[in-house]
Protein backbone atom coordinates (compact mmCIF):
# COMPACT_ATOMS: atom_id res chain seq x y z
CA UNK A 1 0.00 0.00 0.00
CA UNK A 2 1.42 3.47 -0.90
CA UNK A 3 1.46 6.36 1.14
CA UNK A 4 -1.66 7.70 -0.84
CA UNK A 5 -3.95 4.81 0.11
CA UNK A 6 -2.47 4.64 3.71
CA UNK A 7 -3.45 8.34 4.07
CA UNK A 8 -7.02 7.74 2.06
CA UNK A 9 -7.76 4.92 4.19
CA UNK A 10 -6.68 6.72 7.07
CA UNK A 11 -9.48 9.43 6.30
CA UNK A 12 -12.10 7.05 5.41
CA UNK A 13 -11.31 5.13 9.15
CA UNK A 14 -11.72 8.99 10.62
CA UNK A 15 -14.85 9.87 9.09
CA UNK A 16 -16.17 6.67 10.04
CA UNK A 17 -15.38 6.57 13.15
CA UNK A 18 -16.52 10.12 13.67
CA UNK A 19 -20.55 8.52 12.18
CA UNK A 20 -20.46 6.70 15.54
CA UNK A 21 -19.06 9.04 18.20
CA UNK A 22 -21.09 11.62 16.89
CA UNK A 23 -24.21 9.35 18.34
CA UNK A 24 -23.03 10.57 21.56
CA UNK A 25 -23.94 14.09 20.45
CA UNK A 26 -27.55 13.04 22.30
CA UNK A 27 -25.82 13.06 25.84
CA UNK A 28 -24.55 16.32 25.50
CA UNK A 29 -28.12 18.05 25.07
CA UNK A 30 -28.35 18.14 21.42
CA UNK A 31 -32.16 17.02 20.25
CA UNK A 32 -32.05 13.72 17.71
CA UNK A 33 -27.98 14.54 17.85
CA UNK A 34 -27.49 10.70 17.77
CA UNK A 35 -29.32 10.32 14.43
CA UNK A 36 -28.61 14.11 12.66
CA UNK A 37 -24.70 14.24 13.35
CA UNK A 38 -24.03 10.35 12.01
CA UNK A 39 -26.78 11.57 9.24
CA UNK A 40 -24.73 14.30 7.61
CA UNK A 41 -21.51 12.65 8.48
CA UNK A 42 -22.89 9.75 5.87
CA UNK A 43 -24.81 12.23 3.54
CA UNK A 44 -21.64 14.07 2.51
CA UNK A 45 -18.56 11.41 3.27
CA UNK A 46 -20.87 8.03 1.67
CA UNK A 47 -19.86 8.55 -2.12
CA UNK A 48 -16.02 9.13 -1.34
CA UNK A 49 -15.57 6.59 1.16
CA UNK A 50 -17.41 2.92 1.15
CA UNK A 51 -16.20 2.51 4.68
CA UNK A 52 -17.95 6.01 5.71
CA UNK A 53 -21.29 4.63 3.62
CA UNK A 54 -21.44 1.03 5.34
CA UNK A 55 -20.54 2.73 9.15
CA UNK A 56 -22.71 5.41 8.53
CA UNK A 57 -25.66 3.37 7.56
CA UNK A 58 -24.50 0.75 10.65
CA UNK A 59 -24.95 4.09 12.96
CA UNK A 60 -27.99 5.06 11.70
CA UNK A 61 -29.95 1.94 12.11
CA UNK A 62 -29.00 1.43 15.29
CA UNK A 63 -29.59 5.22 16.38
CA UNK A 64 -33.09 4.94 14.85
CA UNK A 65 -33.38 0.54 16.18
CA UNK A 66 -32.52 2.66 19.76
CA UNK A 67 -34.89 5.88 19.31
CA UNK A 68 -37.77 3.31 18.50
CA UNK A 69 -37.05 1.12 21.91
CA UNK A 70 -36.58 4.13 24.45
CA UNK A 71 -40.21 5.34 22.72
CA UNK A 72 -41.56 1.94 23.89
CA UNK A 73 -39.95 1.78 27.01
CA UNK A 74 -41.20 5.41 27.27
CA UNK A 75 -44.86 4.28 27.01
CA UNK A 76 -44.33 1.48 29.11
CA UNK A 77 -43.36 3.78 31.59
CA UNK A 78 -47.58 4.08 32.38
CA UNK A 79 -47.24 0.04 32.98
CA UNK A 80 -43.98 0.92 35.69
CA UNK A 81 -42.04 -1.98 33.50
CA UNK A 82 -40.54 1.39 31.27
CA UNK A 83 -38.71 2.69 34.48
CA UNK A 84 -36.72 -0.32 34.21
CA UNK A 85 -36.37 -0.77 30.66
CA UNK A 86 -34.97 2.94 29.85
CA UNK A 87 -31.77 2.78 32.21
CA UNK A 88 -30.92 -0.27 31.01
CA UNK A 89 -31.36 0.75 27.19
CA UNK A 90 -28.90 3.97 28.19
CA UNK A 91 -26.07 1.63 29.40
CA UNK A 92 -26.62 -0.68 26.06
CA UNK A 93 -26.74 2.52 24.03
CA UNK A 94 -23.17 4.14 25.27
CA UNK A 95 -21.69 0.47 25.14
CA UNK A 96 -22.33 -0.43 21.69
CA UNK A 97 -21.28 2.87 20.67
CA UNK A 98 -18.24 3.12 22.58
CA UNK A 99 -17.42 -0.59 21.18
CA UNK A 100 -18.14 0.52 17.69
CA UNK A 101 -15.87 3.64 18.34
CA UNK A 102 -12.76 1.80 19.17
CA UNK A 103 -13.70 -1.65 16.58
CA UNK A 104 -13.82 1.45 13.85
CA UNK A 105 -10.98 3.42 14.77
CA UNK A 106 -8.85 0.08 13.82
CA UNK A 107 -9.94 -0.15 10.70
CA UNK A 108 -12.74 -2.74 11.45
CA UNK A 109 -16.40 -2.61 10.14
CA UNK A 110 -18.98 -3.26 13.11
CA UNK A 111 -22.14 -4.51 13.14
CA UNK A 112 -24.65 -3.24 16.43
CA UNK A 113 -26.24 -5.82 17.55
CA UNK A 114 -30.62 -5.32 18.50
CA UNK A 115 -30.62 -2.93 15.17
CA UNK A 116 -33.48 -3.08 12.81
CA UNK A 117 -32.03 -2.83 9.29
CA UNK A 118 -34.10 0.25 7.92
CA UNK A 119 -31.55 2.20 5.79
CA UNK A 120 -30.05 -0.69 3.24
Known sequence: MDIMEKEENKRAVTWATLCHVGALSLYLGIPFGHIIVPLVIWLIKKT?????????????????????????AGLLSFALIGFVIL??????????????????????????????????
Do not use: C, W
Request: glycine letters at 4%; aromatic letters at 12%; charged letters at 20%.
Open 48 to 72: EFPFVDEQGRESLNFQISMTIYALI
Open 87 to 120: PVLVVVHVVFIIVAIVKTNKGESYRYPLTIRIIK
